[in-house]
RNA sequence: GCGCUUGUAGCUCAGUGGAUAGAGCAUCUGGUUGCGGUCCAGAGGGUCGCAGGUUCGAUUCCUGCCAAGCGCACCA
């Protein structure tokens, strides 16, 4: 619609100039708009305000010429308003389309044959084995998998990719922390493995802090890790399976699916034998006995690819993993999403792969950390993290205790995680709150949920009392439409052009904001109209077609939030 | 020191080159012989960090300053 009424304007202005009302010039960029406030009708446009001065005519003289030409019969009417808006407002046979659209076809997304498909790959969760997946590795996967969604959602063919760091340097420490302080310990009898190993890395981490002959201890076994030694690449092997074993169960709790994995020790072999060629060519060089890029003529700083004592990092692996990606698998895109802090990294890493010859579309999406409400801040190698086992432990025990009656807590806990979680900006630094995220009022999972279970209810009570919703029929509404069904059909109007905007810029949160938005109005709606009213059928028929569009949609957003959309609640 | 990000209602957060800056929580006031009130309607509450600049128009773009967070050679 936006993009018919952009050009419709466009072919307006050329007719004006060719007929000599309007004077020659470039015609800017011309945008049709939702307004942000709903008086103003569906659609508004600026090109008046925006022409003006090129045509030295008042905004609102050029407006009422536009007014003339846009007059058709999907309008209830074009308007002109002050300062020079152009406002489009439909007529009620255009809403109760969208009705029997979406009835017939879902959500209303039309993939639209020009749209470009592309093969896209979406790196994310990328945890380390050896410590604990925590409450920022949970934000890390609820944005990742939102985006493998929404892209998929608008056409485009995705692999979710994972990149385990199954070595470096908080491997070596653990490994010396396991042999330093558990060498007697039979390991295979331990109870929570990962658990223990998360602890294990923060004691070692802390002690060789504390303690200059542990750090040379370390430095030691670290060499002699990196070198292969027998026992402690079979400690590595061993004690890694523990950690993914341990992410797999959190996958599988967060219905999360990856379709490709990589392995931060593999592409390590790859990234040493494409280090003579970095050298070669110049971009990487000696100094201070480290291997470094300098990066200091483009403003990125130096970022070191080989420690001095020979130990590869994590820059030196990611080149390989690069090419890999659009090698192997063909992409034309390549996301992934990490913690802000890399930021810096990843332009240093982009520019490298630039200097290599590498010119690809290549796009990190940051975002900030996850603490708790009232908690101190965490880090992994002080140990004082909050596992993402113990936050949804944690939320599931308030909801229990909140909704003794709810026949299933952990889906309304984790439900409320994501939405608490998914609902900030990646910019912004959350604050979980663990009683604020589990409220069925206010900006939360559940508050939308419920609104989902509610119109399953509806529709469950409307076919017990005789109505066949899923037949298909006309759509009547109400004549005229009421006030809150025309809100409501307003809103579900916006999906599609929502998922389009959410998988060219990432705001994952803007899909909760919709999810809200849509409950708000579906919620509203219903106090003002009775759906089921055995008296007058017809407007029964129409209304439960509308219930059931914004079940749809809304069961969509919370899908691609990965949020269940509970029948029952 | 340099760089990046953020600064919007008491709190938690959205948003935007234009039309009275929006939600939720909290506070106050209404609404149920209910299609699940775990809901709805309404009220109060803002110099959009400060100062300049660009613009017909800036909270939004640019510059400077202030404040906070993060990053800046051997962690990822």
Known sequence: MKKILEQKIRTIIEELQQSGVLPLFVV?????????????????????LMLAKLVKK??????HIFQEKLASEEFEKVEVMNPGHINFYFSDAYFREIVTHINQKGSGIDYS??????????????????????IGHLRNVFIGSTIVNVLRKSGHEVISANYIGDT?????????????????VNLDTIENKAEFLGKVYSEATQAISDNPAYEDEFKVLQKDFDAGDKILISLWEKTKEWSMDEFENIYKQLHIVFDAYFFESIEEESGKKLLPELLKKGIAKQSEGAVIVDLEEYNLGVLVLVRKDGGVLYGLKDIPLAKEKFEKFNIERSIVVVDVRQSLYFKQLFKILELY??????????????????????????GNVIPARVLIERVTESVRKQFPESPNPEMV?????????????????IEFDVEMSVRFDGATGPYVQYA????????????????????????VLSEPLQMKEIELIRELSKFSSLVKEVAETYEVHKLAHFALKLADKFH??????????????????????????TKIVLGETLGLMGIDAPEKM
């Open 28 to 48: 800017p960029e011309i945008r049709v708009e939702r307004p942000k406030d709903e008086q103003f009708g569906e659609y508004t446009t600026n090109i008046s």
């Open 58 to 63: 008042s905004p609102m003289e050029v407006a």
């Open 113 to 134: 044959v020009e749209e470009k498909r592309e093969k896209v790959m979406v790196e994310y969760s990328q945890p380390n084995t050896h410590k604990e997946f925590h």
């Open 168 to 184: 470096g340097t908080h491997i070596a420490k653990c490994l010396w922390g396991l042999t330093k302080f558990y060498a007697d």
């Open 357 to 382: 010859g590498f010119h690809k579309e290549m796009i990190y999406c940051g975002y900030e950390f996850v603490a708790l409400k009232d908690g101190e801040s965490m880090s992994s190698r002080k």
């Open 413 to 429: 806990a984790l439900g409320a995680i994501r939405f608490g979680m998914l609902r900030h900006s990646s910019v912004s630094k």
């Open 452 to 475: 989902y279970a509610r119109t399953a209810g509806i529709l469950r009570k409307a076919e017990e009392s005789g109505f066949s919703v899923s037949e298909e029929s006309i759509i």
């Open 524 to 549: 509203s709606f219903y106090n003002d109209c009775k759906v089921i009213d055995t008296e007058h059928r017809d407007v029964s028929m129409a209304r439960l077609k509308l219930v059931r569009a």
